[in-house]
T-cell receptor
């Protein structure tokens, strides 16, 4: 059974700091991995999608990397801002079929202090 | 551009009552799904659909019913509400469950069963 772990559960940093959020998974036979952002009282917004054949994806100040063999992904946020405060979730997908399962981590709640 | 719309946003039910959570998307997505999000449990898949007339069970389907009569709508029915169904429910859609497809989430429905 695939398990996705995100540690720590919460993180507080001063504005301007570069930071790394970690995601680990137990079964390396994944098809892709996604990072999501969730604001309080809101749904999830997809940030980055990395296919299993890719090593990283970038969008603006965000960079996500994937190391399948070690079962790890990181989300790098450059020059953090108070507006980055949110919960960040990673999710891995196994398979491509109609019932391919998306397994979520429990998320890391990030607070960026002005 | 509405995206994925869920109603109601908040609902309080008594044990044994039934209700329907509505979900509609205007992106012509084939794939729609319902998740529940509980503290310490992450997101778990309840039911999903790969197109009009086709539904299937996810990880935690008991106590819930779905149907997909149109591409746009995917309602979730609670047959006889139980306190264990107190949760935040998210509807999601994508072009397909396959690689490269961004998943779009609704803003959630907060359900309390007393």
């Amino acid at each position: 059974k695939q398990e996705v772990t995100q540690i720590p559960a919460a993180l507080s940093v001063p504005e301007g700091e570069n930071l790394v959020l970690n995601c680990s998974f137990t079964d390396s036979a994944i098809y892709n991995l996604q990072w999501f952002r969730q604001d309080p009282g809101k749904g999830l917004t997809s940030l980055l999608l990395i296919q299993s054949s890719q090593r990283e994806q970038t969008s603006g100040r965000l960079n996500a990397s994937l190391d399948k063999s070690s079962g790890r992904s990181t989300l790098y946020i450059a020059a953090s801002q108070p507006g980055d405060s949110a919960t960040y979730l990673c999710a891995v997908r196994r398979g491509t079929g109609a019932n391919s399962k998306l397994t979520f981590g429990k998320g890391i709640t990030l607070s960026v202090r002005p | 551009n509405a995206g994925v719309t869920q109603t109601p946003k908040f609902q309080v039910l008594k044990t044994g009552q039934s209700m329907t959570l509505q979900c509609a998307q205007d992106m012509n997505h084939e794939y729609m799904s319902w998740y529940r999000q509980d503290p310490g449990m992450g997101l778990r898949l309840i039911h999903y659909s790969v197109g009009a007339g086709i539904t299937d069970q996810g990880e935690v389907p008991n106590g819930y019913n779905v149907s997909r009569s149109t591409t746009e709508d995917f309602p979730l029915r609670l047959l006889s509400a139980a306190p264990s169904q107190t949760s935040v429910y998210f509807c999601a859609s994508s072009y397909g469950p396959f690689s490269g497809n961004t998943i779009y989430f609704g803003e959630g429905s907060w359900l309390t069963v007393v």
